[in-house]
């Protein structure tokens, strides 16, 4: 028999967490945010932001670009760096190491932009890390038309000079070409038709994570076109790579231009996969769009179906873990800002979502609210848990930007385990 007051105690947690329930919303969203230390240089730098996450070890590795200059995103001085850190204890062990910056040359190749944009982190081995950025090289117009990469060497924490990122485009695996804005643009003729490149002419970056299937290495270069500051067209061009990035083959492109919204874009892509598909979850910069979902079949990657919306608002970057089961899909969308009053006077939720496996059922577990910000969150799986960097706004809090730290958190797997009680 069981215990009236035990029986009591029971139906109280019921009626406060319901049976089946994932745990109570606010205290996940505020454990996510309550646990996150800060992992960039924030003593020196005004602005930190777009970071990507490898860990090896216990050590994580965090890359993003940052200014000591000025809190404004890409403008003259921003460069590349990379934060070491415990990830037991971060703040207190983290060092940084600035990996690229305007004016430098190696190994007979010159930055010539004043900035240094996109870094995006993969990991080769366990004492190799390799990491990608945009620049333009000497005589290039614009100021991100090339994808350099330097690779660190973890045992002896030194960096390679700058490589060129190659590829190879059009069904033409004979003839590599320099990873640029100009051999995009060729690639967009080939996918869409002659001329279709030319409307693509402000900037490519390295925007996507990079995912290991099937025996490859897959990611996105993104490439835009912009008038009077703001970025109406953008896509997605699929890449894959059997030499960890150094070269890789262009594949298909979600085409912006079936989109009905006068901003048409397709950008900064989380990637997933399954046995048929290759998926591209996008955010559209458009609130009427929100994030979209389009895919290709592993048997043509050169075709990719008209993007579909899944989730509203879509203005952020997307980023998605695979938790395995029972959990799975993970996605970290932007939601609609919600006023905080303060100097902050409002800030972005991020809502935490789970999708199914086919990709047709998205469900929201919680929200984050952080009143210095939750931008742009990348995730990582590391020993089976979810850890994730995000941009905030913690020492140098303005109204207007919510990116000069980089913090780092865990995305806790007990935060989507329902809440069963059961009486003995």
Not at 44 to 55: G, K, N, P, V
Not at 204 to 218: K, N, P, R, W
Not at 380 to 392: A, M
Request: aromatic letters at 10%; hydrophobic letters at 40%; charged letters at 20%.
């Amino acid at each position: 028999m069981i215990h009236p007051i035990r029986i009591l105690l029971l139906l109280l947690l019921s009626a406060c967490c319901g049976f089946g329930q994932l745990p109570n919303a606010e205290i996940s969203g505020r454990s996510f945010v309550d646990q996150a230390q800060i992992v960039s240089n924030h003593m020196t730098e005004q602005y930190a932001h777009q970071s990507s996450l490898r860990i090896v070890k216990g050590i994580g590795y965090a890359v993003y670009q940052c200014s000591e200059i000025t809190p404004e995103e890409n403008k003259a001085g921003q460069i590349a760096r990379m934060a070491v850190f415990n990830i037991l204890n971060p703040t207190a062990t983290v060092k940084w190491v600035d990996v690229a910056a305007a004016g430098e040359s190696s190994n007979g190749i010159t930055i010539a932009s004043k900035f240094v944009a996109a870094p995006m982190l993969h990991r080769l081995n366990d004492d190799t890390l390799r990491i990608f950025f945009t620049v333009s090289g000497e005589g290039d117009p614009g100021s991100m038309t090339r994808v350099f990469f330097k690779d660190y060497t973890i045992s002896t924490a030194s960096l390679s000079g700058l490589h060129q990122a190659r590829c190879t485009i059009a069904k033409q695996p004979d003839k590599v070409l320099d990873l640029t804005q100009t051999t995009v643009q060729s690639h967009l003729d080939f996918l869409f038709g002659a001329g279709v490149g030319e409307s693509f002419s402000k900037g490519i970056s390295t925007a996507c994570d990079f995912v290991e299937f099937d025996g490859q290495l897959y990611s996105t270069i993104q490439i835009k076109n912009s008038e009077d500051g703001k970025t109406l067209l953008l896509t997605n061009i699929l890449m894959r790579s059997d030499d960890q990035g150094a070269t890789w083959e262009l594949l298909g492109a979600p085409d912006p231009r079936v989109l009905s919204t006068e901003v048409k874009i397709l950008a900064e892509p989380a990637m997933t996969q399954d046995k048929e598909h290759v998926w591209l979850h996008l955010r559209s910069n458009v609130v009427e769009s929100g994030y979209l979902l389009s895919k290709a079949g592993k048997s043509d990657l050169y075709s990719f179906d008209t993007p579909v919306k899944k989730w509203t608002y879509g203005i952020g970057r997307p980023t998605i873990c695979d938790y395995g089961k029972p959990i799975g899909l993970v996605a970290m969308f932007t939601a609609q800002s919600v006023p905080m009053g303060g100097a902050a006077v409002s800030r972005n939720k991020c809502e935490v979502v789970q999708i199914d496996s086919s990709h047709s059922r998205y469900k929201l577990a919680f929200s984050v609210v952080d009143y210095n910000a939750v931008n742009t969150p990348f995730m990582h799986l590391y020993n089976d848990e979810v850890y994730v960097t995000y941009s905030t706004g913690r020492r140098h809090l303005l109204p207007k930007f919510g990116t000069s730290e980089i913090v780092f958190s865990k995305l806790r797997r007990e935060f989507f385990v329902p809440t069963q009680t059961t009486a003995p």
